[in-house]
């Protein structure tokens, strides 16, 4: 396929994900044709697009080189999944979770697209060799895995089906790249993948402790925010490592690494979120943060104000 053919992308299903993947797609310039199968979907999100475009151009966070107008012409609606489909070198399915769903809806755009149109989907939890099991070639088919919100939050983690052609990931890796997303490949499927395999052990470990009676819902909180997480922005645990004793990595593990192995083996078992137990721990977590809608959405507004802000930092690093 020459470049002059992999100007336009799909995008199949125009929820959240949807709507975010057709900004950031259209941010690097590629023709983004959007749709979904309740009629009147696609064209819903253009306008809720357009508004988040002219919001972003006035915060002066709009990514990429064109205007809000030069953006939003990039983009087109659509209720026919062929038309959708016309002339797109590579398909973002982000349809709802659900495993069948997306077997079938890969199902309908294999017939519907030639044999090299790349295959991705958005998937958070399902490995990709379920996803495609239905799909007749799978060399061209991976996860591109965003994180919310992918405008602001840029990694893609990149998951091969066992069939996927090595220069599938590569395209697909200089295309997240193109539009100012950061891609990670990951060189075999595994459940969770890997941000939420990590994100899974932070978890187990702030549950455990507070289940444990070690420390509170508030105070295990500050430990990632006012912790560990200034650096995480910017470094990730390995050269964190590495830049923490005098010699570099190696150097670390001669001085503490002994000591990482028995915390290790003082982890207790998996926790049960669903006892008795974890009630008084969504109990602590509610006192702090009512869980109604509007003290959610009040904080979910201060998250995505604060990520733009962190994304600015970032940017100008
Ligand atoms: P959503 O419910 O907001 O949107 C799903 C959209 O898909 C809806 O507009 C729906 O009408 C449309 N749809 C459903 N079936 C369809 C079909 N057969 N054909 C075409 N369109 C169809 O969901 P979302 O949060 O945008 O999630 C989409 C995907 O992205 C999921 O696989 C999810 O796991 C993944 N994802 C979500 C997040 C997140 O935080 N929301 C993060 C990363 C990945």
């Not at 306008?47 to 953006?71: F, P, S, V, W, Y």
């Not at 992918?150 to 052609?165: D, F, G, I």
């Not at 978890?203 to 997480?229: H, N, P, T, Y």
């Amino acid at each position: 396929m020459s470049s002059s053919d992999m100007k336009t992308i799909t995008v199949v299903g125009s929820g959240l994900i949807g709507r975010s993947w057709a900004m950031v797609f259209a941010s690097g310039g590629y023709n983004v044709k959007i749709y979904d199968n309740q009629p009147g979907q696609a064209a819903k999100a253009i306008t809720e697009i357009r508004k988040q475009l002219e919001e972003l151009e006035e915060a002066h966070m709009l990514r990429g080189d064109l205007n809000a107008t030069q953006q939003l012409a990039l983009l087109s609606s659509y209720d026919d999944l062929a038309r959708a489909l016309e002339g797109a070198f590579f398909v973002q399915e982000c349809v709802f979770e659900q495993l069948e769903v997306k077997q079938s809806v890969f199902q309908d755009i294999e017939r519907l697209v030639g044999k090299d149109v790349i295959l991705s989907s958005s998937t958070s939890c399902l490995v990709p060799s379920n996803v495609f099991a239905k799909v007749q070639n799978r060399s061209r088919c991976l996860v591109s895995h965003p994180v919310n919100p992918p405008y602001y939050v840029k990694l893609v983690e990149l998951v091969p089906h066992p069939e996927t052609a090595a220069n599938v990931m590569d395209t697909t890796h200089a295309v997240m790249t193109k539009v100012g997303q950061a891609p990670v490949c990951l060189k075999r499927e595994i459940d969770g993948f890997a941000l939420n395999r990590v994100q899974a052990a932070i978890i187990a470990e702030s549950w455990r402790l507070v289940q444990d009676g070690v420390i509170s819902v508030k105070d295990i909180d500050l430990v990632m925010s006012e912790g560990l997480g200034m650096r995480y922005a910017f470094i990730g645990p390995m050269e964190t490592m590495h830049l923490n004793a005098p010699e570099g990595l190696e150097d670390y593990m001669k001085r503490y690494g002994q000591g990482i192995t028995r915390v290790l083996t003082s982890f207790g078992p998996v926790p049960d979120f669903f006892s008795e137990g974890a009630k008084s721990i969504i109990n602590e977590m509610c006192e702090l943060i009512p869980s109604d809608q509007q003290h959610l959405s009040a904080r979910i507004e201060r998250r995505d104000q604060l990520l733009m802000g962190l994304a600015k930092l970032k940017k100008d690093h």
